[in-house]
C-alpha cells in the first residue's frame, strides 16, 4: 500500500484525471457529468478547508518548541496558545452573543484593522522619503501621483474641477492598463505553470522531494 | 541659508518619520473630533454604480457576498452600508455570505445599521432577508456553490435550515439577479470566473489598492460597476442622501492627502537644496 | 446608556490597538507582542472553529441527510492531515494530488477567459470612429498596454525597435504607478479613518482612544528610558 501511494506516476496520472474531470464537463454540458464534476469539487472543498489543520499544527510545534526552550519572552508564545484554546472554549458556548462576541470586537476587530491601516503610516513615509524628481521617470511618477492625490482629496476635487478630467484619464487608461498588462502576464505565467505542474514537470508542488526525482 | 550644518534644508531631506507618523495621526482625528463638513463631487463610475442599483427589482434575489478582513470593512463600510439601503429600498431578498472568518461579525453590524429601513419595509429573516456565514474558504466552495447552491449551503450561519427560506429558489449561478461583492481580494476572483463570467450581473465595491487591478473587469464588461473605496462609498452616501460613515471621514480624507502631499515636497526642497549639494561636493572632492 | 460590557471592549480594543500602533516608535516592545500574540491566539482559534464548522455543514451534515459519496472527502482530508506525521507523510500525496489537479481544472478554466481573451478583445477598441474624449481614451489605451507588455518581454534581447517599444513602455508605466501609489494611499487611509471613526463615533469612546494613547506611549518611552524594552521583548 505504500509503494502505491509513494508512486509518482501515480499521483501524476491522479492529478490528470481530477483536473479533467474538472475541466472538460465546463465545455461538454453533459447533465450527468456536470453533477458528477461538482461533487468532485465540492469534496476538493471540504479537503481543502481540512489544509487549515496543517497551518495551526505549525503553529503548535513552534510555539511548544519556544516554551521548551525557554526562550526570551516564552510567555508571550504560551499566552498565544492559551487565548487559541479558550477561543475554542467560547466559541462552543455562542457565537451569537458572550465571551465569544467580546472577543470579536474587542480583540480580533480592532487588531485587523491596526494590522492594515498602519500600512498607512508605512507608506506616507516612506513615500516622504523616496519620492524624489531624481530624473524624467520619477518626475512623471510624481506628478501623476499629484494630481490624482489632488482629485481624491474631495475638499480639492470639489472646488478645483480642472484635476477631475485629468485624474479620471489617468485612472481610467494608464492605471487600468497596467492592471490589464499584469493580469494578461499573471495569467499566461499561470497557465504556463498549471499545465507543466499536471504534466508532471514540477515535482515539488506534489511534495515529492528531490532525492525520490 | 547655512552653509556648515545644512541648517532647515538639511532637516528638510533628513527629519525623522515619526513626525510624519504625528502629523498624519493628527489630521485624521482632528477633523474626525471637530467635523467641518466638506463638499465631494460624484465620478461617473459611482453614478454608473447607483444606476445599476436603481434596476433592481423588488423580489430580486441579491447575493451580498463579504470578501474582506475587518480592517477592509472599516474602508468600504460606506460603501456597503449605503449599497444595503438601498437594496432595502427596493425590497429586494439578500443572503450574506463571506469569506473570511472575521467578516462573520460583519451582516449583524449591516443589519443594525439599517435596522430602520428594514423594520419600515417589514424585512423578515427568512423571507427577505438571510445570514450564510462562513461559505468561501476556498476557490472550490465558490465553484461548487456556483454549479449546485444546495450542494454546499445547506444551513445558516448558526446552523439552521435554509430549507423554507426564499434561497429554495436558488439552484445555481443562474438564479441570482445580482451579486453585489464588498472586497478585499480574497475570494472575488473567484466570483468573477465562476458567477460573473457566466453572465450572473455582478457589481464590486474595492478597497483603493484594487481598483487599478478591478478596472480591467469593469473595462470589458464583464463587472457591471465599480464603486472605489471609501471616497466612492462616501460619493454613494451623497447620491442616497443619506450621509453615513463615508462622508464624516472626508474631511480627514482631504487633509491625510494634503499631508502626504506637504510631506513630499518638503522632502524633495531638502532633496535639491541639501542631499543632492553634498552629492556634487562629494564628487568634485573626489576629482 | 453605555453599558460595562461596552464600554470594556472600547477600552480593551483601544489600548490593544495602541499596542499594536506602537511599533511605529520604531523599536520592538513587549506591548506590540502582547497586542501581536493576541491577534494571532484569538484569529488563529476562529479560523479553526469556522473552518471545522464549514466541514460539518458541507460534509458532516450532507453525509447523515444521505450523500455517502462526500465520506470520501472526511477521509481525504484525515490523509492529508499525515503531511506532518515524519514516517506516514506519503499518505497525503494522493489527496493533495486530487486537490491540486481539481484547483488547475477550475482556474485553468475560467482564467483563460477572465484574465487572457477578455482583456484582449476589450483592448480591441475603435481608434477612428468616436467622439473626441472616447477616441483619446481608446489610443491612450491601446498604446499604453501594448508597449508596456513589450517591457516585460525577458526572453529576447531588447534592441532596435523592439528596446525603444520597451522604454516608451517603462515611461508609461512610471505614470500608471504614480496613479496606482495615489490609489493604494487612499485605501490604506481610508482604512486609518474608517478605524479610528469606529473609536471616535460615538463621543464618549474618545476619551477612551486618547487616553490609551498616551497611557501606551507612556509605558513605551519609560521602558525605552530604563533600558527594558529589549529585555521584555521577546526573540524574534
Known amino acids: 500500500m505504500a509503494e502505491i501511494l509513494k508512486n509518482r506516476q501515480l499521483q501524476i496520472i491522479v492529478m490528470m484525471l481530477s483536473f479533467l474531470f474538472v475541466f472538460l464537463p465546463y465545455f461538454l454540458n453533459v447533465p450527468q457529468l456536470n453533477t458528477a464534476s461538482t461533487k468532485l469539487i465540492t469534496i476538493t472543498s471540504i479537503v481543502t478547508a481540512f489544509t487549515i489543520a496543517l497551518a495551526v499544527i505549525a503553529q503548535f510545534r513552534r510555539g511548544m518548541n519556544i516554551i521548551n526552550r525557554r526562550s526570551r519572552g516564552w510567555y508571550f508564545k504560551a499566552y498565544m496558545l492559551v487565548t487559541l484554546v479558550l477561543m475554542l472554549g467560547f466559541s462552543l458556548i455562542s457565537r451569537e452573543t458572550g465571551p465569544y462576541h467580546w472577543v470579536m470586537f474587542a480583540v480580533v476587530n480592532p487588531l485587523s484593522s491596526v494590522n492594515y491601516g498602519i500600512l498607512a503610516f508605512y507608506m506616507a513615509s516612506t513615500a516622504a522619503r523616496a519620492f524624489r524628481a531624481r530624473n524624467t521617470k520619477a518626475l512623471m511618477l510624481l506628478l501623476s501621483g499629484f494630481v490624482v492625490l489632488i482629485y481624491q482629496a474631495p475638499l480639492t476635487g470639489a472646488y478645483f474641477t480642472g484635476f477631475e478630467p485629468i485624474a479620471l484619464y489617468l485612472g481610467s487608461t494608464f492605471a487600468m492598463a497596467a492592471g490589464r498588462m499584469f493580469l494578461i502576464s499573471v495569467t499566461v505565467g499561470a497557465i504556463v505553470f498549471g499545465v507543466r505542474v499536471i504534466l508532471g514537470n514540477e515535482p515539488s508542488v506534489l511534495g515529492i522531494s528531490k532525492e525520490e526525482q | ?287 | 446608556m453605555v453599558d460595562f460590557i461596552e464600554i470594556s471592549v472600547v477600552a480593551v480594543g483601544t489600548f490593544l490597538a495602541m499596542c499594536m500602533f506602537s511599533t511605529l516608535y520604531g523599536k520592538s516592545s513587549p506591548l506590540y507582542a502582547l497586542a501581536e500574540e493576541s491577534y494571532i491566539g484569538f484569529a488563529t482559534g476562529l479560523t479553526i472553529i469556522w473552518n471545522i464548522d464549514y466541514i460539518w455543514k458541507t460534509g458532516i451534515v450532507n453525509i447523515m441527510a444521505g450523500d455517502w459519496v462526500l465520506l470520501f472527502s472526511i477521509l481525504l482530508g484525515a490523509m492529508m492531515l499525515l503531511r506532518v506525521h515524519p514516517k506516514y507523510g506519503y499518505v497525503a500525496r494522493l489527496p493533495i494530488a486530487i486537490v491540486l489537479g481539481a484547483q488547475f481544472g477550475l482556474s485553468l478554466r475560467t482564467v483563460i477567459f477572465t484574465g487572457f481573451i477578455q482583456q484582449i478583445s476589450a483592448t480591441i477598441v475603435p481608434l477612428f470612429t468616436g467622439s473626441t474624449q472616447a477616441l483619446l481614451y481608446n489610443w491612450t489605451i491601446v498604446i499604453c498596454v501594448i508597449f508596456m507588455l513589450t517591457f516585460f518581454f525577458y526572453t529576447i534581447e531588447m534592441e532596435g525597435a523592439l528596446g525603444m517599444s520597451a522604454k516608451f513602455g517603462e515611461y508609461l508605466l512610471y505614470i500608471a504607478f504614480g496613479t496606482v501609489f495615489a490609489q493604494t494611499f487612499m485605501g490604506r487611509l481610508g482604512l486609518v479613518i474608517g478605524f479610528l471613526q469606529s473609536y471616535t463615533i460615538p463621543d464618549w469612546k474618545t476619551p477612551y482612544l486618547l487616553a490609551s494613547m498616551v497611557l501606551v506611549l507612556a509605558l513605551i518611552m519609560y521602558m525605552d528610558r530604563a533600558g527594558l524594552l529589549e529585555k521584555l521583548t521577546p526573540e524574534e
Open chain 2, 1 to 287: 541659508m547655512a552653509k556648515d550644518n545644512g541648517g532647515i534644508l538639511k532637516w528638510m531631506a533628513e527629519y525623522d518619520r515619526r513626525y510624519v507618523y504625528l502629523a498624519l495621526f493628527l489630521v485624521m482625528v482632528g477633523p474626525l473630533l471637530r467635523p467641518i463638513g466638506m463638499p465631494i463631487s460624484v465620478s461617473p463610475d459611482t453614478r454608473q454604480y447607483y444606476q445599476v442599483l436603481q434596476q433592481v427589482q423588488p423580489g430580486d434575489k441579491v447575493f451580498f457576498t463579504l470578501n474582506t478582513e475587518f480592517s477592509g470593512y472599516n474602508e468600504i463600510q460606506s460603501g456597503i452600508i449605503a449599497t444595503m439601503r438601498l437594496l432595502v429600498e427596493k425590497n429586494a431578498r439578500v443572503a450574506f455570505g463571506v469569506a473570511h472568518v472575521e467578516a462573520t461579525v460583519i451582516p449583524e453590524l449591516i443589519v443594525k445599521a439599517v435596522q430602520a429601513e428594514m423594520t419600515a419595509n417589514d424585512y423578515q429573516y427568512g423571507r427577505d432577508y438571510i445570514i450564510l456565514g462562513y461559505i468561501f474558504p476556498n476557490e472550490a466552495a465558490v465553484a461548487a456553490g456556483a454549479q449546485d447552491f444546495h450542494s454546499v449551503v445547506t444551513q445558516d450561519w448558526l446552523g439552521r435550515p435554509i430549507a423554507g427560506t426564499f434561497l429554495d429558489e436558488i439552484d445555481d449561478w443562474e438564479d441570482w439577479d445580482l451579486i453585489a461583492d464588498f472586497t478585499t481580494g480574497i475570494a472575488t476572483s473567484y466570483l468573477i470566473n465562476h458567477y460573473a463570467l457566466r453572465g450572473t450581473p455582478m457589481i464590486m465595491n474595492c478597497i483603493g489598492v484594487m481598483i487599478a487591478s478591478e478596472k480591467p473587469y469593469l473595462d470589458s464588461g464583464i463587472l457591471l460597476a465599480l464603486l472605489q473605496s471609501m471616497r466612492g462609498g462616501a460619493e454613494l452616501e451623497f447620491l442616497i442622501g443619506h450621509p453615513g460613515p463615508g462622508l464624516t471621514a472626508m474631511d480627514g480624507f482631504s487633509f491625510g492627502h494634503y499631508a502626504l502631499i506637504i510631506f513630499i515636497l518638503i522632502g524633495n526642497v531638502g532633496y535639491f537644496g541639501y542631499t543632492r549639494q553634498q552629492q556634487m561636493k562629494i564628487s568634485k572632492e573626489a576629482k
